[in-house]
């Protein structure tokens, strides 16, 4: 397991953007963004690896995940945004590898979580 940093989270209003920065205090092999909203459940946002980049139906387009190798942090652009992507945002990370890095099962490290906030 790694120790993971966040940071970025604030209060935006509706279209306006956001990144989120993540960074694993070691290796890691995938590395992914998960959300939680008041009353919901936790879900996928986006996953990166050397092998895959994939986003969540509602992310595609308007989100995007990179990495910057040299910092060691992993980043989530965020544009568009709209009151329902309310939510606190996890980074999370895995030192193996999986079949499908848009569940929760695949990660063994979990960041404290940010909150994102659009306002309407």
């Known amino acids: 397991q790694v120790q993971l940093v966040e940071s970025g989270g604030g209060l935006v209003q509706a279209g306006g953007s956001l990144r989120l920065s993540c960074a694993p205090s070691?290796?890691?092999?995938?590395m992914g963004w998960f959300r939680q909203a008041p009353g919901k459940g936790r879900e996928f946002v986006a996953a990166?690896?050397?092998?895959?980049?994939m986003y969540a139906d509602y992310a595609e387009g308007r989100f995007a995940i990179s990495r910057d190798n040299a910092k060691n942090t992993i980043y989530l652009e965020m544009n568009s945004l709209k009151p329902e992507d309310t939510a606190i945002y996890y980074c999370?990370?895995?030192?193996?590898?999986?079949?499908?890095?848009?569940?929760?099962?695949?990660?063994?490290?979990w960041g404290q979580g940010t909150q994102v906030t659009v306002s309407s």
């Open positions: 990166l690896s050397s092998l895959v980049n």
């Open positions: 070691g290796r890691t092999d995938a």
């Open positions: 999370a990370a895995t030192q193996s590898l999986c079949s499908d890095y848009s569940t929760q099962v695949c990660y063994d490290s």
